[in-house]
T-cell receptor, first 115, second 113 residues
Framework: KAGVTQTPRYLIKTRGQQVTLSCSPI?????VSWYQQTPGQGLQFLFE???????NKGNFPGRFSGRQFSNSRSEMNVSTLELGDSALYLC??????????????FGPGTRLTVL | QKEVEQDPGPLSVPEGAIVSLNCTYS??????FMWYRQYSRKGPELLMY????GNKEDGRFTAQVDKSSKYISLFIRDSQPSDSATYLC?????????????FGTGTRLLVSP
């Protein structure tokens, strides 16, 4: 079974631009979560989608948004990029949100560099 | 204060050593505890998953959870150079709703041949 895939793997943007990242979960997985990973802050939760609805959101500004499609694929968008948005963006999928027992499987990430 | 604290390391050990990695946390609602391993330029991969207090063993890896002390550990026996990676602890709360996964910042482990 194929794992979580993320595209693109690397991106270079300039301040003020916007970017869209894509995540395809493991087949059959309905929940997709997004994380930002930086050396100083570690892995920080952005948001989670289940059945095309945002179910949970982290403490990030409104410039960070996402959506999920009917096939469970997800995209996240960052508008008006800032230098501090440079990070590894990770997507994780899980089978079912049920009593916390489902486990998350991570993709390889998208490395975003903002110049 | 962060919800989950983890020493960033690096932790350097010789091949064959027993490695102990630890995390402390402040939220008593956490019930599910995980350890992930992350190699450079890769996404985290799940190593161990435990529920509530107790021990769980899988090959060379043992995870321990002490909820009374809010302390979790991962032990690696007979460490190998291929174990060199960053180890992240993660945890989440209870049985209802959509509980986000909270990560430690990771401990970098270096196992020398």
């Amino acid at each position: 079974k194929a794992g979580v895939t993320q595209t693109p793997r690397y991106l270079i943007k300039t301040r003020g631009q916007q970017v869209t990242l894509s995540c395809s979960p493991i087949s059959g997985h309905r929940s997709v979560s997004w994380y930002q990973q930086t050396p100083g802050q570690g892995l920080q939760f952005l948001f989670e989608y289940f059945s095309e609805t945002q179910r949970n959101k982290g403490n990030f500004p409104g410039r960070f948004s996402g959506r999920q499609f009917s096939n469970s694929r997800s995209e996240m968008n960052v508008s008006t990029l800032e230098l501090g948005d440079s990070a590894l963006y990770l997507c994780a999928s899980s089978l079912v949100r049920d009593r916390g027992t489902d486990t998350q499987y991570f993709g390889p990430g998208t490395r975003l560099t903002v110049l | 204060q962060k919800e989950v604290e983890q020493d960033p390391g690096p932790l350097s050990v010789p091949e064959g050593a027993i490695v102990s990695l630890n995390c402390t946390y402040s939220n008593s609602a956490f019930q599910y505890f995980m350890w992930y391993r992350q190699y450079s330029r890769k996404g985290p991969e799940l190593l161990m998953y435990t529920y509530s207090s107790g021990n769980k063993e899988d090959g060379r890896f043992t995870a321990q959870v002490d909820k009374s002390s809010k302390y979790i550990s991962l032990f690696i026996r007979d460490s190998q150079p291929s174990d060199s990676a960053t180890y992240l602890c993660a945890m989440r709360g209870g049985n209802t709703g959509f509980q986000k996964l909270v990560f430690g910042t990771g401990t970098r482990l270096l196992v020398s041949p």
